[in-house]
């Protein structure tokens, strides 16, 4: 778990499935959260971060920021939870070292938004004492990859193939699981 607080891995079949999670645990996500998704291409990051967008009640359309680098998804005042935070999706797999993600400037935002990063890991730690590490594992070859998370598999059209996602806390915010994931794993998920 390498200094984790605790860590929760669930199992789901279909991108509805990653979606309705990652919108379960978007209702419970506050300003100043900090997400760091990993998982090869085609793993779900992005419709784990549309699922998340909806359960936080930002404006529809999330895709990927892969060559804006930063999205900004602001509340809807009429959404779910009217007043809360924005969501801040960034693509950081262009970008080699912290430094760059300074460049960006996210620290601007971080106290009243949800910073969602994919490819963040080794990059972002500085920018909260804690944070919440989601790892997305797509089956690659009808066996479960969960040793290299750099596998590029360019075959994202089988949406519905199952992943297995790893959830990690750090830091105070994350010192228990949110109850989303125990639930969820009680559930079968």
Known sequence: MSGALWERTLTVTTADQTHALAAGLGGVLEAGDLLVLTGELGAGKTTFTQ????????????ISPTFVLVRIHPNLPDGP?????????????RLESAAEIDDIDLENTMDTAVTVVEWG???????SESRLEIQLHRSVGGERSTEALDV????TDDDDEPRTIVFRGFGPRWAEAPSILDNAEQGGN
């Open 51 to 62: 699922g998340l967008g909806e359960g936080l009640g930002v404006r529809a359309g999330i």
């Open 81 to 93: 939870r009217p007043g809360g935070p924005d969501l801040v999706h960034v693509d950081a797999y």
């Open 121 to 127: 890991r080794d990059r972002v730690e500085h920018l």
């Open 152 to 155: 590029l598999d360019f075959d």
